[in-house]
């Protein structure tokens, strides 16, 4: 094998190892109440809820992620907080997707009383 794609394999291998988030499984989460809802200057908003049962397998058991530009990510802070201001308890999907911060993505939100 050449030189040249050798340098091509090696650079492709740690393009996929390094670019691409961590993969784990999607489902639902507990019902819980909203313990911190986390507006930022990145392209997502952080929240975090304390849920005894998170099927993502992401390294941060309580924290979660959406991108602002996400279909309906507008909608689902929204109802998020509103969740925070009136103690209402509500789950989320997550997709099997964890951020490099170790969050999952969340793709849906429960809402229950």
Not at 31 to 52: C, D, G, I
Not at 68 to 85: N, P
Request: hydrophobic fraction near 45%; proline fraction near 4%; glycine fraction near 4%.
């Amino acid at each position: 094998m050449n030189m040249c794609r050798r340098i091509t394999i090696l650079i492709a291998a740690l393009t996929a190892v390094c670019v691409n988030p961590a993969h784990a499984r999607a489902g639902w989460t507990d019902f819980v109440q909203v313990a911190e809802l986390v507006p930022t200057s990145r392209h997502y908003f952080e929240v975090r809820l304390p849920v005894k049962m998170n099927p993502s397998g992401c390294s941060e058991d309580n924290w979660f992620y959406l991108n602002y530009d996400a279909q309906g990510s507008a909608q689902m802070f929204t109802v998020l907080l509103e969740a925070v201001q009136s103690d209402i308890r509500l789950r989320v999907f997550v997709s099997g997707v964890c951020n490099l911060n170790g969050y999952a993505e969340i793709t849906s939100i429960n809402v229950t009383r």
